[in-house]
């Protein structure tokens, strides 16, 4: 058993519960995938909790799986929280320089930021992030890091991560009570990206798309700030819900003809009169079923989620615009042709998601299902021996004071 310090990230997603365990690298600091675990996800809707004890099962379940390969037990992990009660908006504060010579302090900077923080909530919702993207100082615009610059006004742009309190904390208490203690709360598509894309992709303008199970999650970047976040009710487990009735066969059946036989329409002839056998699936009866029959009813489901991801961009102006382009993460986009699909819709460059921060296990490592989880260690490894850049590199801002508040943020939720 490793006696070497580690980190846990635990992804409870709609369709399937993610854990990666990582241990740092004492010479170049970066994180060594050494153990994961996937189970199945049961009792999760949307990203909010429906059966407590099924979520608990499953935890645990994958937390075997992780101890198994990393050899460490799992106590403390860094927990996604996510679904369609998730919401972002912008705020702003401003404060007079305190110190006599205008030079900005750290005080300040904590200051401006948590003027920014104060807005009206309702009781039964809570803040998960305070996202610092930009300051101004005296009417000077785009300051990444005030800090010793000479002003006498001060003011922040934040974005702001806020949730439903009770579907938070049904969560937590979950893991909880799968004997793991929640170090951290991260707001899963933050994650993602940070377990996803690199400092150039952000710098340049990219847009990561998540495809989960339940929901698809949508983060953009531009020049190194966070620009928009998106969710979508609508994920890869729809697309199962589609083939069930379309075939009027079980969800069980319908899952595995999806990912033995699914695929979108590029990536198939449709000329050819190409048919899938079903027999050994459907056992009561001889079946074959044309390929493109097939592939017109996932078609469905994987434009729907482009066609969304496009509103949201034209909504911030953006469509065919951000260099790096598209980043796909998540289950979902195993399915043959989507990144084709993506390129087409998007006109943008499109690639697959792998972790450039980690090394270790490569099946980990190279797996878009992994994102969320790998970027949780991301998280973590900041928030237990770093200083906040790594955050704040993900988020877009400068990572200014936010490490003791996340402190305080994550006890709001314990039960």
């Known amino acids: 058993m490793t006696k070497q310090p580690t980190i846990t990230g635990i992804d409870v997603g709609n369709a399937n519960i993610k854990v990666v365990v990582a241990t740092i690298d004492p010479e170049t600091f970066r994180p060594v995938v050494i153990g994961a675990g996937l189970t199945p996800s049961h009792g999760m809707r949307k990203g909010m909790v429906t059966d407590m004890e099924e979520i608990i099962q499953s935890v645990r379940a994958a937390a075997q799986q ?27 504060g401003v404060i007079a320089v305190s110190r006599a010579d205008n030079e900005i302090s750290q005080h300040d900077i904590d200051r401006v930021i948590q003027a920014a923080s104060v807005i009206s ?67 899963a598509p933050l ?38 976040t998106a969710l979508f009710p609508v994920g890869s487990r729809h697309i199962t819900n589609d083939v069930a009735i379309a075939l009027r066969t079980s969800m069980d059946i319908a899952e595995r003809i999806k990912l033995e036989h699914g695929s979108t329409s590029d990536a198939i002839d449709l000329r050819k009169k190409d048919e899938i056998d079903l027999s050994e699936l459907i056992q009561d009866e001889p079946r074959m079923l044309p390929r493109k029959q097939l592939a017109r009813v996932i078609d469905a489901r994987a434009h729907e989620v482009l066609d969304m991801t496009a509103a949201e961009l034209k909504k911030i102006s953006r469509e065919g615009n951000l260099p790096a382009g598209v980043v796909l993460s998540g289950g979902g986009v195993h399915l043959p042709g989507f990144a084709a699909l993506a390129k087409e819709k998007l006109r943008l460059p499109v690639r ?64």
């Open 352 to 415: 697959i998601a792998r972790s450039p921060h980690v090394d270790g296990m490569p099946e980990v490592v190279a797996d878009p299902t992994f994102a969320v989880a790998i970027g949780l260690v991301m998280w973590g490894l900041d928030a237990e021996y770093g200083s906040g850049r790594t955050r704040s590199n993900a988020l877009g801002g400068d990572g200014t004071g936010l490490g003791s508040r996340a402190i305080r943020w994550i006890k709001n939720f314990l039960p």
């Open 121 to 187: 909530l309702p009781p039964n919702r809570e803040i998960v992030h305070v996202i610092p993207r930009t300051f101004i100082v005296d009417g000077t615009e785009h300051v990444k890091n005030p800090l010793g610059m000479k002003g006498v006004r001060l003011e922040a742009e934040v974005l702001i991560v806020e949730g439903m309190a009770p579907h938070i904390r049904n969560v937590v208490k979950c893991i909880n009570e799968a004997g793991i203690e929640v170090a951290g709360l991260v707001y």
């Open 191 to 228: 994650a993602a990206s940070l377990g996803a894309l690199d400092k150039n992709q952000k710098e340049y303008g990219v847009v990561h798309l998540d495809i989960g199970g339940g929901t698809s999650s949508l983060a953009v970047f531009e020049e190194s700030d966070l620009i928009h």
């Open 66 to 92: 992780a101890h198994a390969t990393a050899q460490t037990s799992i106590r403390r992990a860094f927990l996604s929280v996510s679904g369609m009660h998730m919401r972002t908006q912008v705020s702003r």
